[in-house]
């Protein structure tokens, strides 16, 4: 399980510039992406070997009553309460506030680990950056600069053993060919994941055992239908009761973050009787971003009017768009119906993100990409793409290797993307294409 860090502190003191830092790596892939909600809140980033996921918890503000801002600052709590490590920010140009007293006050109540980072230091003297700050009482601050990374590699390797040593010990994971697809069915509360688990197990169905003690809480279903195995991984917001299964009321972020990554294929479930909000959007970022495969699964399609149902399909379009390598299915957990075709897409998303490219068959399509549409010279340098093998599964990396594709812009890369995908029909996985210039 990957560790979480929560990224805590007043708004304005970089909080952003910093989950842009550690997460920069990814973010280059979906910058720009058209559609995708630049406002990210969830990342996954790496150090090395160690691989985290953040949580940037934006708007925290731990007094606000009701309200949008209580939601937040509730959904905040929740994932602050979670999260293997805090890292709380503070301003070390504007000093110590009333403000980060009140977060201090909070965060010892909510017990888990802090380290608490000073950003903004750059060109300061460590003495007079963190002498403000130990009244906090959470022992010595890190100085950081997040604008221009002083410090950001010294602050994360203390974060990441801090959540290292507090993570439970793994344990061994079932043979591979008995797990199947690792399957996580996500979506905010509500959207019908109980119901849709419920409907999939079918209660006969289920080899039924809970593997607890990989994560806090963790549960997961192996089960078989139509001859094919799969495993629930740590279902977010269902548990297990008596035979059958029921939604508990809690949404959990880092819950769903967790199992997102874990899985190979991730179903999303959105609620067609609501409009797609914001954090439908943000889940779906995040899958993008791990490029796990994905298929959604738009709920509760029963009584609706068709002409609603355009506008539902409407809306899903434009807020959706930066999905369209996923499959949509409209469906009824609760009338079972829509269910096959669903898990048919589950399939097909799992074996396009598992497939497996010899080098011949993926340079003989990028030679035909190219004699098709040669990439456009920049300036005097015309890139020249030679061959292409396999990087990685799940999701399906394309290394291209050539010379100056350094050259190569953001929409030659995308018809690249475009022909791989048409060509070995992949659908239902994100694809990755990383250009390599040989020496
Ligand atoms: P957030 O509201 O906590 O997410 O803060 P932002 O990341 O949006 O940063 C707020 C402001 O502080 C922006 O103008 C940033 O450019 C600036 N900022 C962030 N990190 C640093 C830093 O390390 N040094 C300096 N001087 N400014 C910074
Ligand atoms: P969860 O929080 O995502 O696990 O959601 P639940 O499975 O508990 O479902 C929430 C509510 O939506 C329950 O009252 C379900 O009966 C209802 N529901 C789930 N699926 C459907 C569906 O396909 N159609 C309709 N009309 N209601 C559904």
């Excluded at 929560?6 to 842009?20: D, E």
Aim: hydrophobic share 40%; proline share 5%.
């Amino acid at each position: 399980m990957k560790p979480v860090i929560a990224l805590v502190g007043r708004p304005n003191v970089g909080k952003s510039t910093l989950f842009n830092r550690l997460t920069r790596s990814r973010d280059a892939l979906v910058a720009d992406m058209p559609g995708l909600t630049r406002d990210r809140h969830y990342g996954e980033g790496r150090m090395g070997e160690r691989p985290f996921l953040v949580i940037d918890t934006g708007g925290f503000e731990p007094v606000a009553k009701e309200g949008i801002m209580h939601q937040m600052a509730k959904q905040t709590k929740q994932a602050v309460a979670e999260a293997d490590v805090i890292v709380f920010i503070v301003d070390g140009r504007q000093g110590l506030t009333p403000h980060d007293k009140t977060i201090t006050e909070f965060l010892r109540k909510a017990g888990r680990p802090v380290v608490l980072v000073v950003n903004k230091a750059e060109g300061m003297k460590y003495s007079a950056v963190a002498s403000d700050f130990y009244e906090l009482g959470l022992g010595d601050p890190l100085a950081v600069s997040s604008a221009h990374g002083d410090g950001v590699h010294d602050m994360l390797d203390e974060a990441l053993n801090i959540a290292f040593a507090n993570q439970p010990p793994i344990e061994e994971e079932a043979d591979p060919a008995v797990r199947g697809t690792k399957l996580a069915i996500v979506g905010r509360p509500n959207v019908g994941k109980s119901t849709l688990v419920n409907a999939l197990l079918g209660e006969e169905r289920v080899i039924a055992f809970d593997m607890p003690g990989t994560t806090r809480d963790s549960i997961e279903i192996p089960f078989e239908r139509d001859g094919r195995h799969y495993t629930l991984i740590d279902t977010a917001g269902i548990r297990r009761r008596g035979k059958v299964f029921e939604a508990i009321e809690k949404f959990s972020v880092v819950k769903t973050l967790q199992s997102i990554s874990e899985a190979n294929v991730v179903l999303l479930l959105l609620d067609a009787q609501q409009d797609i909000s914001e954090q439908d959007a943000h889940i779906a970022g995040f899958v993008l971003e791990t490029g796990r495969a994905l298929v959604v699964g738009v709920n509760k399609w029963d009584g609706l009017q068709s002409d609603r149902r355009d506008e539902i399909k409407i809306d899903i379009e434009r807020k959706l768009n930066f999905l369209s390598f996923a499959k949509f299915h409209f469906i009824s957990a609760l009338k079972s119906s829509g269910i096959g075709p669903l898990m048919k897409s589950v399939d097909a998303a799992y074996a396009a993100a598992m497939i497996d490219l010899s080098t011949p068959k993926l340079t003989r399509a990028l030679i035909e990409a190219v004699e098709h549409q040669e990439p456009r010279r920049k300036g005097s340098i015309r890139p020249k793409l030679r061959y292409a093998h396999q990087g990685g599964q799940n999701p399906p990396i394309i290394v291209i290797h050539g010379n100056a594709l350094e050259a190569v812009g953001d929409p030659y890369k995308r018809y690249l993307e475009k022909h791989f995908r048409d060509t070995f029909s992949l659908v239902g996985t994100p694809l990755r294409i990383e250009l390599r210039t040989g020496k």
